[in-house]
């Protein structure tokens, strides 16, 4: 860009040197060779601009950066969590049909279920906070407390609604309330990383 | 990274004390005492933490007395004195990093971490040696799990938490005397003069 505007100032100087121009038009000429000139630093400026942002969008994906925001969990960040998990998680639980399908699951089915929904979890996780599906090494730490956090969260809430729910009762067995716990654990946590996401 | 002037930092904090570095976010904290203990939760917190928590649970199914002894009392009174403790021991850890950091929301985050990180512990421990004993079972009733689980976690908590803080306290602050007596040592030692 710097080229051309040099190449349209030596253009402007030899075109306006000419001696068969008059003055009208070499003012003339001198106007349209600046306004051109302009354009093209104008040009110039919303490209410089461009490149700042996509540098500054470039920063998010340092992982030192991105630790002040994920190694923190604010109150707001808690109470995302659990609105998250009401929302989404809510509707499936109150649902009876929800319950029958699950006494039809295997127990394994379910773990599985969970694994993988954690997994999940922690994927949507690093891409909220880094702007990048890959993982970074300093990062894994910080994201591992940061999935705690919210699982710890996200717990709280299952177990209060499972008890309100009678889903989770003293006379039940182990098995019948670990199987509830994983289910509606997993629910949980999607519902509660993605109201976070949609907020973004 | 950038050397930090210590002596500067504490000059300028007036009648503050202690200086508190955390070398992994590079963040640097002045309070009026070594809370370390509690800001903290380091591999050695978590160790000792765990380890008491695990003789703890070990003395809880192990301990036929102790065992009978907690079977005995009803659910309520085993619930209604572990939310007493867990009171207790919120209430404790805020005072301690509130008179540090005169900062009420900075100690309620930091003792709130801390509590976290050391209910954590205590769970794990009480589910490993739960299921090395023998005591937990598929198909057990949940009544048996809940009873077992409030009961064992009043005993490992009173054993393992005043570990975990005394011994962490005190090594942190041998660990800072050590490092200041090297550093005045070196002071000490004259600079040799360049010879003729």
């Known amino acids: 860009m710097a080229e051309g505007s040099y190449a349209h100032k030596d253009i ?15 003012t003339k000429l001198e106007k349209k060779i600046l306004s051109q000139l302009n354009r093209i630093e104008h040009g110039e400026k919303v490209l410089l601009k461009k490149i700042n942002k996509t540098v500054e969008k470039g920063k998010v994906d340092d992982p030192r ?56 979890v922690v994927i949507a996780q690093n891409y909220e906070f880094r702007n990048t599906f890959s ?19 996200v717990l709280i809430v299952i177990v209060v609604i499972l ?24 629910v949980g946590l999607f519902g509660a990383v993605t109201f976070s996401f949609l907020k973004r | 990274m950038k050397k930090l002037d210590f002596e500067n930092l504490l000059k300028r904090n007036g009648k503050r004390k202690h200086i508190s570095h955390d070398t ?9 005492f070594n809370i370390d203990f509690i800001r903290y939760f380091r591999v050695k917190s978590f160790l000792v933490a765990f380890i008491y928590s695990a003789i703890g649970a ?94 064992a976690v009043i005993l490992m908590a009173l054993i393992s938490l005043p570990a975990d803080w005394l ?9 800072e005397k050590a490092e200041k007596g090297q550093k ?3 002071e000490k030692v004259p600079e040799k003069k360049p010879g003729p």
């Open chain 1, 65 to 120: 950066k991105a630790y002040f925001s994920i190694v923190h969990l604010s109150f707001n960040d808690f109470a995302q969590a659990v609105i998250g998990c009401c929302v989404f998680g809510l509707p499936a639980f109150i649902n009876l049909s929800f319950w029958d399908y699950v006494d039809l699951m295997h127990t394994s089915s379910i773990f599985f279920v969970h694994i993988f929904f954690s997994f999940c």
């Open chain 2, 24 to 32: 992994f976010s590079g963040e640097t904290f002045v309070d009026n």
């Open chain 1, 12 to 26: 402007a100087r030899s075109t306006i040197s000419r001696k068969d121009l008059s003055d009208e038009e070499k």
């Open chain 2, 184 to 186: 005045s040592k070196k």
């Open chain 2, 58 to 151: 070990a003395l809880f199914f192990g301990s036929d007395s102790i065992y009978t002894f907690f079977w005995q009392k009803s659910l309520g009174g085993i619930v209604a004195v572990f939310l007493l403790m867990v009171a207790f021991i919120l209430a404790f850890l805020t005072s301690i990093s509130f008179f540090a950091t005169d900062s009420l929301k900075k100690a309620l985050r930091m003792s709130g971490r801390r509590g976290f990180y050391n209910s954590f512990t205590i769970i794990l421990a009480f589910s490993i040696v739960l299921a090395s004993s023998g005591n937990f079972s598929w198909g057990q009733q949940f009544y048996v799990l809940v009873k077992n689980f409030f009961s």
């Open chain 2, 167 to 175: 011994i962490t306290f005190v090594t942190d602050v041998m660990s």
């Open chain 1, 135 to 153: 993982f970074d090494k300093w990062f894994s730490r910080m994201l591992a407390k940061r999935f705690l956090y919210t699982y710890f969260s």
């Open chain 1, 163 to 186: 008890i309100s729910l009678n889903k989770i009762e003293l006379a039940m067995t182990n098995l019948d309330v670990v199987r509830h716990l994983l289910i509606a654990q997993s």
